[in-house]
């Protein structure tokens, strides 16, 4: 049976989804509790491989085992065995080709900046603070160059395997930045991201409304391919994995826009 879970996970204490030698990732407590429930330890296909200290209210990883556990009650046998910072939400059979990578179709990110001189407690882990004032319209027209297919070189880390082979090219459908009393939110929707691409878009729009960047200078800024040129790397605790949508067809049954399936 192959088995679609989404979570949801705090990333402050992991180094990202992957399992690596540096140190504890969402992976390893994932599959921990499932050996734990299931008896197995099988490989698991997670939809994107976050960055340490990135969160998830949404993230999807399938993996493939027997089992006779109603998929209604799998996900609280596995919070039994899973840290308080990681919650299984839901599990469903899917076709047996599911994969949750190259399945998803589109990927929402949301990047938090509490924009006041003080932080406070309660949200610290989840926001990058950011003392000057944001001019958010200024902020909005920069992210509207980002919409559509581009060549996002110049939005992308060194290191990146995508950059190496020279896969850069993607498309976002949404980029807007919206405030909500002393929060700014810059919400990014895409069919795929590059390493720490969201993060230095976020860092770009910053500059934006902060008067230092002119909005219209994002298209040049895309269109020279040069990392150098676009803004810092925002912190990775004010990035959220939202939501990984799936098209009825990759899940066997239909979908809505929450990725419940009805």
Excluded: W
């Excluded at 840290?83 to 076709?95: F, G, H, M």
């Excluded at 996002?152 to 995508?162: E, K, Q, R, Y």
């Excluded at 976002?172 to 919400?187: E, K, L, N, P, S």
Aim: glycine share 8%; net charge neutral; charged share 20%.
């Amino acid at each position: 049976m192959n088995i679609l879970v989404r979570l949801a996970f705090d990333g402050t204490d992991f180094c990202g989804f992957q399992v690596q030698k540096n140190g504890a990732s969402v992976a390893e407590a994932i599959q921990n509790a499932i050996e734990a429930v299931l008896g197995s330890r099988p490989d698991i296909k997670g939809c994107s491989r976050t960055d340490a200290g990135v969160h998830a209210r949404d993230f999807a990883l399938n993996f493939h085992a027997d089992t006779a556990i109603p998929m209604a009650k799998l996900p609280l046998a596995l919070n039994q065995n899973l840290p308080e910072s990681i919650r299984a939400l839901s599990a469903q059979a899917v076709p047996e080709a599911f994969h949750a990578r190259y399945a998803a179709h589109a990927k929402t990110y949301c990047y938090r900046i509490r924009n006041t001189a003080i932080d406070l407690p309660f949200d610290a882990r989840y926001t990058v603070r950011v003392p000057q004032a944001l001019d958010v319209e200024a902020m909005n027209a920069a992210a509207a160059y980002c919409v559509g297919t581009h060549d996002f070189l110049a939005f992308c880390a060194a290191g990146s395997a995508a950059a190496a082979h020279g896969d850069t090219v993607r498309t976002v459908t949404a980029c807007r930045a919206m405030r909500a009393g002393d929060i700014v939110t810059i919400t990014v929707t895409a069919d795929g991201y590059l390493y720490n691409m969201v993060r230095i878009l976020a860092g770009t729009l910053v500059q934006a409304g902060l008067g230092r960047l002119a909005p219209e200078e994002v298209l040049a800024i895309l269109k020279s391919r040069d990392r150098r040129r676009a803004g810092p790397t925002m912190p990775a605790k004010g990035l959220t994995l939202e939501h990984v949508a799936y098209g009825a067809d990759a899940l066997g049954q239909a979908e809505d826009e929450r990725g419940k399936t009805v």
